[in-house]
């Protein structure tokens, strides 16, 4: 819908804003006619016309002929982001891993590098150190110009700076890791850092489970467990951005002491070492293919491995019904480790929702796995990185129209 300038808006604050409605229409749907746009965005054709022309000039998208007929009449320009255009650098940093890519508009994934890491504590800047080497070259090989750098990590994200306040399976503790990156690189653009769950639940929100939902979470599982949560269509932050730490929930006063502090933490009853733990498996080993090993004995039906999924399943059944308790989704979405365990605890977690769960709350919400799987967290870092371009398109300068075609 066309807006209403008087209300409160200028002409110049009207045009960012089409713009951004164009823009996000293609980076999250794809190719569109021009009259598909139309219609989305409830602009006028000439309108959308002068808009695609800009975003043209910029750089950020082009048109050209509809890819299949679309009735009688003259065909309407297909829109479609360029494949020159610009590029972020998403860094996913893990427990026991770290990953870097090159993302395009459109959540398209250029190039990646994933190198596995030891479970141990680590200083920041050696983690930013081994991002650096495995990211430049991705960045050298890459002709697109870099827009932004958004970095997904297991802690505490301060926002506003990119500062962990804390990452207790890492070690961290208020590290500076936006500025950290920044120095690494060198690179004159904004580098943005968000907590892995928060940012999984965008990925998911934008291109996965939560596609269509205004109302969902997103539950990541793998050495901790982490939360992020969309409520009304946008990202629930808290008062200092701290939401989400829905692993940190006390739910066993006997449980386990948690390396945030506290004891019987949620992640301490249902993450990886806790399954290694009750399957019989060295819970020190950790990663995917310990995991796939317990996998495996339960598909061969070894008894000792099926009942450590199923305590694994009641207790993250009491953690979802909690969950489902206080934030009333219409869909839970289990990612990391938890997806792939999500068929042998599937009635253990529909166990807990009807015995735990308030009824008006339990009865409308479905527990699905992640649809985007391991790269749900590189692409929220991409959507994260993204943010500012998708909300205002004049800040990208363009790239000139020699440069492009010499390219």
Do not use: K
Request: glycine share 14%; aromatic share 4%.
């Amino acid at each position: 819908m066309e807006i209403d300038l008087g209300q409160g808006r200028s002409t110049d604050q009207v045009r960012p804003h089409n713009l951004s409605m164009v823009l996000r229409y293609l980076h999250l749907a794809g190719p569109l006619s021009r009259a598909a746009l139309t219609q989305r965005t409830e602009l006028s054709r000439s309108t959308v016309a002068t808009l695609v022309a800009e975003l043209t000039e910029r750089g950020l998208v082009v048109e050209g002929p509809p890819r299949s007929p679309s009735g009688p009449g003259r065909p309407s320009p297909e829109v479609r982001l360029a494949d020159d255009g610009p590029v972020v650098l998403a860094v996913e940093v893990g427990v026991d891993s770290l990953a870097v890519a090159i993302v395009g508009l459109g959540g398209d994934v250029r190039s990646q590098v994933r190198v596995d890491r030891e479970r141990s504590p680590v200083a920041a800047r050696e983690v930013v150190a081994e991002v650096h080497r495995i990211g430049g070259p991705l960045l050298d090989a890459q002709p697109a110009p870099l827009v932004a750098i958004g970095v997904s990590i297991v802690g505490v994200v301060r926002r506003t700076d990119g500062l962990v306040r804390i990452a207790p399976n890492l070690g961290w503790r208020d590290e500076p890791l936006g500025e950290l990156v920044a120095e690494a690189f060198g690179a004159d653009v904004p580098v943005l850092v968000g907590n892995d769950a928060d940012l999984g639940a965008l990925a998911e929100h934008q291109r996965g489970a939560g596609v269509g939902l205004d109302d969902f979470v997103f539950l990541c599982g793998e050495v901790g467990v982490g939360g992020g949560v969309i409520m009304d269509g946008r990202p629930l932050r808290g008062a200092d951005g701290y939401s989400g730490e829905v692993g940190h929930v006390a739910v066993n006063p006997d449980g386990r002491p948690c390396r945030c502090g506290s004891r019987g933490c949620l992640e301490t009853e249902v993450g990886e070492p806790a399954l290694l733990r009750a399957a019989g498996v060295d819970p020190t080993r950790g990663g995917r293919e310990a995991v796939d090993e317990v996998l495996h004995a339960a598909a061969r039906g070894d008894e000792r491995a099926v009942r450590a999924l199923r305590e694994i399943g009641g207790w993250l059944g009491i953690g979802v019904a909690g969950i489902v308790n206080i934030f009333n989704p219409r869909r839970v979405v289990l990612g990391g480790y938890f997806a792939d365990i999500f068929r042998y605890v599937d009635d253990q977690i529909g166990g807990a929702l009807n015995s735990r769960a308030l009824p008006a709350t339990g009865a409308s919400v479905e527990v699905v796995a992640s649809r985007l799987g391991a790269q749900a967290l590189l692409l929220g870092a991409a959507e994260l990185a993204f943010a500012p371009l998708l909300a205002d398109p004049t800040l990208f300068p363009g790239v000139p129209t020699e440069t492009r075609r010499a390219g």
